[in-house]
Structure formats: structure tokens, C-alpha cells
T-cell receptor
Framework: GQQVMQIPQYQHVQEGEDFTTYCNSSTTLSNIQWYKQRPGGHPVFLIQLVKSGEVKKQKRLTFQFGEAKKNSSLHITATQTTDVGTYFCAGPGETSGSRLTFGEGTQLTVNP | KAGVTQTPRYLIKTRGQQVTLSCSPISGHRSVSWYQQTPGQGLQFLFEYFSETQRNKGNFPGRFSGRQFSNSRSEMNVSTLELGDSALYLC?????????????FGPGTRLTVL
């Protein structure tokens, strides 16, 4: 079945450093979504990418969708302590409906 | 608009018991999905309900079941609990449950099986 893989599993950075997490799908995706889960919290939707090669920015966060629509990345510039959490990518299932297949997530810690 | 609510927030059960978890979606949302989150397996899809019908089902045993009511509220039930069922159970609602719809997650129910 469909698999979504994400690396790295953990990332520790000093405040001000950049951070990148990568997501790869075993199948072509119609879209990819990114979620953030703060420690003790629940996943919160960040963004959705739909087009091949699409790049979207949200302040210090840059999201990219690969040309083949099988990979994606999230890059954070100059991390802050508020960026702490686990970042998940998720792709729609192979059947209709809102089923999402999540990557394992990248847990980001930021040292002040 | 109120967010997704889940009750109870915490549950402690013993092996062999059964449990029912409840989820109230955002008003107007018709799709409710359930996910199990564990440290080892991450976020795993359980099932999705849309207009009172199960539309998708993940790879979980038949001990896991659910339903949706006419007001879109949903419940999931786990029977004959096992230690491995200890997890955070999250429900997510979306407007029409389409593949490109953003999903809104509730705070989750933390289930501990002793």
C-alpha cells in the first residue's frame, strides 16, 4: 500500500539555525498537506500543496512540492523556540474520501 | 466557530474491557476521521465516516468500530482491550471529506490500558 516516509526523525538546532524536513511518497500524490503538532497537543494544519513544483511561503516557512509530485520539503529559516514540535507531511489515500497517510514526522527541538 | 471536541480526554481501562470515545466535529462538517497515534507507529488511520456511512477503513482489527450520527457526531468503540491499544486517539473533521480538504483535529483522548 501507499507509504509516506519522512526524514530526519529528530532534529536538534540552536535558535537561529535553519531546519529542513523531507517527505517522500511511494506513489504520486494529488496533493500533500503539512501539519504541526506541539508537545502535548494535536496536529494543526499548516498548508496544502497541489501543483507540481509548487513553492509556498508562510513567513519563515517554505514548502515545496516536487516535480513528480512524490516528494516535498519544509524549510524553516532562522528557527525560534516557538517552532518546537513535530512536523508531519500527509498524502491522501488511494481511495476517495479524506483519509490521510501520514509520514512518521520530524521532531524539532530548538535550543535557546 | 467552536473547534473539534473529544470526550473524555483521558481514560484508564484494564485488559478485556471495552471503551467508547466521542467526537463532535466543527459545525457544518460532515466528515469525521479517526486516527490512532502511538510513539512507535505514528499516526495511523482507523476509519472515516461521512453522512452516517463508513467511507474508508484502515488496517485495524474488527475490535475497532465506529459510527456517525445524523448530527455528524461520531463515536468509536474498542472492545476486548489489549495493552497495545494504549494510544492517543484523534478525531479530525473536514467539510466535505474530500482529498484536498483541510482536516481539523480535536485534542484527542488519551487511552491507557493496564
Amino acid at each position: 500500500g501507499q507509504q509516506v516516509m519522512q526524514i530526519p526523525q529528530y532534529q536538534h538546532v540552536q535558535e537561529g539555525e535553519d531546519f529542513t524536513t523531507y517527505c517522500n511518497s511511494s506513489t504520486t500524490l494529488s496533493n500533500i498537506q503539512w501539519y504541526k503538532q506541539r508537545p502535548g497537543g494535536h496536529p494543526v494544519f499548516l498548508i496544502q500543496l497541489v501543483k507540481s513544483g509548487e513553492v509556498k511561503k508562510q513567513k519563515r516557512l517554505t514548502f515545496q512540492f516536487g516535480e513528480a509530485k512524490k516528494n516535498s520539503s519544509l524549510h524553516i529559516t532562522a528557527t525560534q523556540t516557538t517552532d518546537v514540535g513535530t512536523y508531519f507531511c500527509a498524502g491522501p489515500g488511494e481511495t476517495s474520501g479524506s483519509r490521510l497517510t501520514f509520514g512518521e514526522g520530524t521532531q524539532l527541538t530548538v535550543n535557546p | 466557530k467552536a473547534g473539534v471536541t473529544q470526550t473524555p480526554r483521558y481514560l484508564i481501562k484494564t485488559r478485556g474491557q471495552q471503551v467508547t470515545l466521542s467526537c463532535s466535529p466543527i459545525s457544518g462538517h460532515r466528515s469525521v476521521s479517526w486516527y490512532q497515534q502511538t510513539p512507535g507507529q505514528g499516526l495511523q488511520f482507523l476509519f472515516e465516516y461521512f453522512s452516517e456511512t463508513q467511507r474508508n477503513k484502515g488496517n485495524f482489527p474488527g475490535r475497532f468500530s465506529g459510527r456517525q450520527f445524523s448530527n455528524s457526531r461520531s463515536e468509536m468503540n474498542v472492545s476486548t482491550l489489549e495493552l497495545g491499544d494504549s494510544a492517543l486517539y484523534l478525531c479530525a473533521s473536514s467539510y466535505l471529506g474530500l482529498a484536498h480538504n483541510e482536516q481539523f483535529f480535536g485534542p484527542g483522548t488519551r487511552l491507557t490500558v493496564l
